[in-house]
């Protein structure tokens, strides 16, 4: 009996020892903590957030004291589907893509305010508030025109509510934009109207162009027609004027051909044998009466 109380004393003594070297290396290993790359650690010392941000790597921490909670401060991606309305009081159904980081040494801040769950608390409220209203700037067609420009504007706004918080906005992108269905029939209705218009209106400009060819060849035409008959009078008066010189010039020759002495010959040839029954006088015409020449 006395040697089994003794080897039960022994056997108490090693459990109990075991005991006390597992809580010494539980304790030493509770001890510290390892941040991992991209992280840093907000120390929690019985409920009380310490300022003092934790960076990578390995930390001592008072064992079943403290509790160091690691906040990710990579890039993070959320994406979130709201709706907002449109200036002309569309329905615009959005889906956003926003990457976002939080600033290290803002960790125990945001933390210590609103907790682990701080995407949840400030992001996507924050995505949905300025969506709101950067929409409400712009009417449906001229969101879908000005993607570019209303990512711009939805990046400042919620930089603007979210870094003092010490959360960033990185790059922000618009996924996906959609209308109501009795929209988008209005759309496609207007699409084809203005693209009869833009047809007929071609159609119309094409007729004027004829028309216009057409009349510019017929003024062409005529021009050409009165240049033709312009040069032809031209040629028909150069004609007769060259016919007119060269018979007033047969005429100046005759003319000085003729002479007293050829009057007289031409007179002599040509004379029938009669006496002219009626001379010229002073006094004008006076007969000749009983005038017989010898034969």
């Known amino acids: 009996m006395f040697r089994n109380k003794e080897g039960n004393v022994a056997v108490g003594k090693i459990i109990?020892?075991?005991i006390v070297f597992i809580l010494i290396v539980s304790a030493a290993l509770s001890s510290f903590v390892v941040i991992p790359a991209g992280h840093t650690g907000v120390t929690v010392t019985f409920g009380k957030v310490s300022d003092q941000v934790?960076?990578?790597?390995?930390?001592?921490?008072?064992?079943?004291?403290?509790?160091?909670?690691?906040?990710?401060?990579?890039?993070?991606?959320?994406?979130?589907?709201?709706?907002?309305f449109s200036k002309d009081l569309q329905t615009v159904s959005t889906v956003l893509a926003v990457n976002y980081r939080i600033a290290k040494n803002m960790s125990y801040s945001i933390y210590k305010e609103v907790g682990a769950a701080f995407e949840e608390?400030?992001?996507?409220?924050a995505v949905n508030e300025a969506l709101k209203a950067v929409v409400a700037?712009?009417?449906?067609?001229?969101?879908?025109?000005?993607?570019?420009?209303?990512?711009?504007?939805?990046?400042?706004?919620?930089?603007?509510?979210?870094?003092?918080?010490?959360?960033?906005?990185?790059?922000?992108?618009?996924?996906?934009?959609?209308?109501?269905?009795?929209?988008i029939a209005a759309v496609e209705a207007k699409q084809v109207a203005e693209q009869t218009l833009i047809k007929t209106r071609t159609e119309q400009e094409q007729q004027i162009v004829i028309a216009e060819a057409e009349a510019e060849k017929q003024i062409i035409a005529a021009e050409a027609e009165a240049k033709s008959a312009l040069?032809?009078?031209?040629?028909?008066?150069?004609?007769?004027?060259?016919?007119?010189?060269?018979?007033?010039?047969?005429?100046?020759?005759?003319?000085?051909?003729?002479?007293?002495?050829?009057?007289?010959?031409?007179?002599?040839?040509?004379?029938d044998g009669k006496l002219p029954s009626v001379v010229l006088g002073e006094n004008g015409a006076a007969p000749l009466v009983g005038v017989n020449l010898p034969e």
């Open 54 to 84: 934790l960076q990578e790597g390995i930390h001592f921490k008072i064992p079943f004291a403290q509790e160091i909670v690691q906040i990710d401060n990579r890039i993070v991606k959320l994406e979130v589907s709201t709706e907002a």
């Open 16 to 18: 109990a020892f075991v």
């Open 121 to 125: 608390v400030l992001v996507t409220p």
């Open 231 to 271: 040069i032809t009078a031209e040629a028909e008066a150069e004609r007769i004027k060259i016919e007119a010189e060269a018979q007033a010039e047969a005429n100046r020759i005759l003319a000085e051909s003729v002479t007293p002495e050829l009057i007289d010959y031409e007179t002599v040839v040509n004379w």
């Open 137 to 183: 700037k712009y009417t449906a067609s001229d969101l879908v025109a000005s993607r570019s420009e209303v990512s711009v504007q939805l990046d400042n706004e919620l930089n603007e509510k979210l870094n003092t918080r010490g959360i960033y906005v990185e790059d922000l992108n618009i996924i996906d934009w959609d209308f109501s269905p009795e929209y």
